[in-house]
């Protein structure tokens, strides 16, 4: 099991990690063996006795995480029996003191053998072997693998069946198909292509449904005053090819101010982007209240799409806001998002023309939910299991 999750979460943090140059190679060798201390941050020293759940990443506003947490009390699951790590600084100290000398004997070790050497493999062995422990003095607790995966969720996921206790796969966002690459115990999902996914797994796994809203008509308008622009997590294009887009975009709406949503996590900060025609929206402010705001939303490659839809908001997607093209996630392709390659030839009247039409709101419909199936249970009976 641990070979097959090193696998897992190698592929993506290689690709990641490769990507950064910093500069010099002393620096680019100092910045890739400081980043293995991080696994002292994601691991939590202390936990509730009480807990019988774990979240992974600290509930930090607006985020996945404390979506996950909101929605299972919603659900009946009391608050004092869910966990999740601490955005606390101190903490963070704390870790790093009290793990950090170990961290550093072991990455000198396998510097002198010369075996895993590679800052990641050292990495995720730590991270490996932090999680390992916590799940083994909190033996009550129920890991929570939420579907956008990172190497941190990889190596949770494999620990907790290495001891023989597979977690609970919580489907995330609506385009989180794909066969699970671990097994699982019990699975939340949100339509049924994640219905779909875990059956492909097993057919003894329990299955909830989560509280998915009916999706509110969408709003149109013969002029859209208010114009949004919403990013991915991965906002990963270069400032430059990003403002470029968004010059294209002011000018279709005419010079109109336009609100931008950044994305929690984003690395872009209200600075990078000094033009007279942006407004950033303040980084405290949910989706849901932006969307009340807003009479039409560009996106690039984000869920977010559907979220807004869901919410009665137009949406208009366009490439070039990031690194992954035009409709990664076929959203336009299956004929429920409205879509134009350039960005230039965006028309208001074939968006108003577009969610005009039954079709559209009915395939949007299909895609969200999760039909009728007797094995899907109500969220709300996780609680008594």
Known sequence: MLLRTLRLARVRLLEITEKKQYGSPLLDFWKRWTRVFRAALEVPLFL?????????????????AEAVYKELVQAGVAAEEICAPSSNKVNALLALIWRGPGMLCMILRTRRHRTGQHPVDVYLLILWKLITQMLRQHAQLRPV??????????????????????????????????????PVSEAVVLNHGGYLAVRKQSKDIAIYKRLVPVPQAVRLTDDFQNIGLATSAFFDAQLGQIHAVLEKISKVFEGKLLHMRLHPISRFKEADFPQKFLKI?????????????????????????????????????????????????????????????????????????HYSNSDAQQKLLDYIQTRSTSDVLPLVEFKSR
């Not at 509730?48 to 996945?64: C, D, G, H, M, V």
């Not at 303040?282 to 869901?310: I, T, Y």
């Not at 490439?319 to 208001?348: A, H, N, S, T, W």
């Open 48 to 64: 509730p006795t009480s807990a019988r759940i774990y979240i992974p990443y600290p509930l930090l506003p607006n985020s996945k």
């Open 281 to 353: 929206a303040p980084a405290h402010e949910s989706l849901e209240d932006f969307a009340k705001r807003m009479d039409l939303v560009v996106v690039g490659n984000s869920a977010v799409q559907l979220k807004l839809l869901c919410d009665g908001v137009p949406v208009c997607h366009v490439p070039g806001l990031d690194v992954d093209g035009y409709d990664l996630y076929k959203y336009v392709q299956m004929g429920f998002v409205y879509g134009e390659l350039k960005v230039e030839l965006i028309d208001v009247a074939r968006i108003i023309q």
């Open 145 to 182: 693998i939420i579907s956008d995966l990172s190497p941190m969720i990889h190596v949770l996921w494999g620990a907790s069946n290495q001891l023989q206790k597979p977690p609970i796969w919580w489907q995330d966002d609506f385009h989180h198909l794909g066969e699970l690459d671990l």
